[in-house]
Structures are given as structure tokens and as C-alpha cells.
T-cell receptor, first 119, second 115 residues
């Protein structure tokens, strides 16, 4: 049973280019979260998506960043016109179904992350 | 907004010994979840243990256990019989029962295991 997959694992971009990060959730999971980890920091929430819907993007910068989770295919985190401050590790997590009552269905399982370096 | 504080940037433990990692959090909610995640050098985030706030009993997973003090808003992780493979960054995380259920993480504690 494959876990959460992210690609690429490492991505190098020059300032002003676009970065596309992909996340394939665990089989059967329809909820995806994106987090960013700056050096020496914990992970910070960016966006929460369900299939074809953005549920909560309160943690995502208003400009240059966008995310989608289409009906078919992986979730994509897109960063336009990257700057050096975007250099970080970006993690995707998926869950089966978050519920107010909790339980194993709401546990978030993380992918290995994509390390973005902006030159 | 909730905050999670890990006051020990680094800790070390001798192999086979016991170590406790501290975590405190701030919230006005009464119902929530707490987690410890491990991040080894591979950077993969691995769930170690979870605790439901409404449960008084402390969670345990093999050599890993927590001391959950709800009134003090404290959630420490105890690792018994430490092994070399336990060396990693450990992150404490909070999850609300409301909203979109995103995790709020502390800054982490780097654990070294001395052979």
C-alpha cells in the first residue's frame, strides 16, 4: 500500500521561474494538506483541499501561490515567480476523512517532502 | 490562535536510557488532539503517537508514551530504552476540533542518541 508520494524530491529554480510541486495522496484518501518548513522551523500549514475544492487557504501567501486538487491526478502546489525566500521543504499530507469525532480516519500521513531551492 | 512551544531545541540520551521531550501549548478549546511526529534525517514525517484531549489515559505506543496534563497544557513524550534509530527531530503538534483540522507544530527538538 503506497504511502503519500511527492515529486520531485528536489527542485532547483532561478528567481522568477515557476515551481510546480506534486502530491499523490494515499489510496482512498480524498483530503490533502500542504505545509511549508523553513530551515530550523516546524511545519506551517498552507492550504487544505478536497477533490476539486479548496477548503481552507488561510495559510497560503496571497500572491504567487496557488493550489489545486483535480478530480483526476495529483494535487499541485504552484509557486509563480519564485524568490529566494520561497526556498524551503514543502510537505503534503493526506487523510481519509477528517471528522469532528476524530479517530484513525483523520490522521494525516505525510509524504517525503519536496525541497525547493531558489538560486 | 493556538500555539505550540517546545522549549528544548536539542536533547541527548545514552542508548538504552530514557529521555523526555517537553511540549506546551496554548488554546481556549476544550476538545482537541495532540500528536508527536518524528522527522529523521530522511526528512520524512512519521507519526509517533496521538492523544485525544477528552481521554484522561495517557497514550502509549511500545517504547513511546506521553504525559498529558490538560490543566497545565503540557504534553511530554517519553522514549524508553532509547535506540540509535530514535535519533531525529521530534515535533509536537496540535489539532483543533474545529475548522479544517490543520496541524499546528512546535519548532521541534533535535534528539541525539549516544552509543
Amino acid at each position: 500500500n503506497a504511502g503519500v508520494m511527492q515529486n520531485p524530491r528536489h527542485l532547483v529554480r532561478r528567481r522568477g521561474q515557476e515551481a510546480r510541486l506534486r502530491c499523490s495522496p494515499m489510496k482512498g484518501h480524498s483530503h490533502v494538506y500542504w505545509y511549508r518548513q523553513l530551515p530550523e522551523e516546524g511545519l506551517k500549514f498552507m492550504v487544505y483541499l478536497q477533490k476539486e475544492n479548496i477548503i481552507d487557504e488561510s495559510g497560503m501567501p496571497k500572491e504567487r501561490f496557488s493550489a489545486e486538487f483535480p478530480k483526476e491526478g495529483p494535487s499541485i502546489l504552484r509557486i509563480q515567480q519564485v524568490v529566494r525566500g520561497d526556498s524551503a521543504a514543502y510537505f503534503c499530507a493526506s487523510s481519509l476523512r477528517p471528522t469532528a469525532s476524530g479517530g484513525a480516519t483523520d490522521t494525516q500521513y505525510f509524504g517525503p517532502g519536496t525541497r525547493l531551492t531558489v538560486l | 490562535a493556538q500555539t505550540v512551544t517546545q522549549s528544548q531545541p536539542e536533547m541527548s540520551v545514552q542508548e538504552a536510557e530514557t529521555v523526555t521531550l517537553s511540549c506546551t501549548y496554548d488554546t481556549s478549546e476544550s476538545d482537541y488532539y495532540l500528536f508527536w511526529y518524528k522527522q529523521p534525517p530522511s526528512r520524512q514525517m512519521i507519526l509517533v503517537i496521538r492523544q485525544e484531549a477528552y481521554k484522561q489515559q495517557n497514550a502509549t505506543e511500545n517504547r513511546f508514551s506521553v504525559n498529558f496534563q490538560k490543566a497545565a497544557k503540557s504534553f511530554s513524550l517519553k522514549i524508553s530504552d532509547s535506540q540509535l534509530g530514535d535519533a531525529a527531530m521530534y515535533f509536537c503538534a496540535y489539532r483543533s476540533q474545529a475548522g479544517s483540522y490543520q496541524l499546528t507544530f512546535g519548532k521541534g527538538t533535535k534528539l541525539s542518541v549516544i552509543p
